[in-house]
């Protein structure tokens, strides 16, 4: 009997989310989705930011994109309660996981005293690169100008400020390597 459920309940989810992604599609102009793209959470976009979701990737949770740059997120991805500001561009590769953190491409305000009130300025931003296979965990910040190499971790609560070379651990603020995976 357990196996006539799962029979019936493969086809019956995945015209769930063929029906979520055509609701999404609709609600936002802005929103690219990839073949099979899995909305278990909600999505939420803001200020005409531009986001596309590769093939097969997961929402779980409420995922927010803010902006008016471009986010651009791989193949097989998982975002999880994840929050994305992109003023100029956020690219996220394949087989990421993006758990409960925040990517920020831009510092909102300009860093000398006298500039601090006025609007800001181009070196407030600089676009966000994260690699292939690339872990983040919960409450990490990536801050703008990052690069993220590939089949690196970056570890719970890390600020992330520097670029992250591949296949390493980073974790706390500053940011330090404790771990290099080699070959």
Aim: overall charge positive; charged content about 25%.
């Amino acid at each position: 009997m357990a196996g006539v459920a799962q029979t019936r309940r493969g086809p019956l989810l995945r015209a769930v989310f063929a029906l979520r992604r055509v609701w999404y599609r609709l609600r936002y102009r802005r929103l690219t989705l990839g073949r099979d793209v899995e909305i278990r959470g909600r999505l939420r976009l803001r200020r005409g930011v531009r986001v596309t979701l590769g093939d097969r990737t997961r929402v779980n949770k409420l995922v927010r994109f803010a902006g008016p740059g471009e986010v651009r997120v791989g193949a097989d991805c998982l975002l999880n309660a994840t929050w994305i500001g992109a003023w100029t561009s956020v690219t996220v590769g394949d087989r990421c996981l993006l758990s409960d953190c925040e990517l920020l491409d831009n510092d909102f305000h300009n860093l000398p005293p006298e500039l601090r009130h006025a609007p800001p300025t181009a070196a407030t931003r600089a676009p966000i690169v994260v690699g292939d296979n690339v872990w983040i965990g919960t409450h990490a910040l990536v801050l703008k100008g990052v690069r993220i190499g590939d089949d690196s971790v970056v570890g719970a609560g890390t600020v992330v400020r520097s670029d992250v070379p591949p296949r390493v651990v980073v974790v706390g603020n500053p940011q330090q390597t404790v771990k290099k995976f080699h070959d």
